[in-house]
């Protein structure tokens, strides 16, 4: 069972940059990667997925501002988070997947106000 760990959260304007990040407990290399947020009183909603073989997809309100990439060696995964919008203010969280299980970390909080 694989343990994850993010990072990389905080306040930022509007059209700034943050980088997230999610540390695996171990190797990652046999799982398929992504990124939920969840704001208050939202549903938890999907924003991106990289694929054990490296595809990434994105929800179409982050396309061409984020970008999520994965490391099997150091066991990480990052979210490149570019011009970013008070619609994207939300807990960001980090899941593994492999067959039908579900891993995910604890989130981390991104604010995004002026």
């Known amino acids: 069972q694989v343990q994850l760990a993010e990072s990389g959260g905080g306040l930022v304007q509007p059209g700034g940059s943050l980088t997230l990040s999610c540390a695996a407990s171990?190797?990652?290399?046999?799982?398929?990667m992504g990124w939920y947020r969840q704001a208050p009183g939202n549903q938890r909603e999907w924003v991106a997925s990289?694929?054990?073989?490296?595809?990434?997809r994105y929800v179409a309100s982050v396309e061409g501002r984020f970008t999520i990439s994965r490391d099997n060696d150091k066991n990480t995964m990052t979210l490149q988070m570019n011009n970013l919008k008070p619609e994207d203010t939300a807990r960001y969280y980090c899941?593994?997947?492999?067959?039908?299980?579900?891993?995910w970390g604890q989130g981390t909080q991104v604010t995004v106000s002026s």
């Open positions: 899941v593994a997947a492999i067959t039908t299980a579900r891993y």
């Open positions: 171990t190797s990652i290399s046999s799982y398929d």
């Open positions: 990289i694929l054990m073989g490296g595809s990434a």
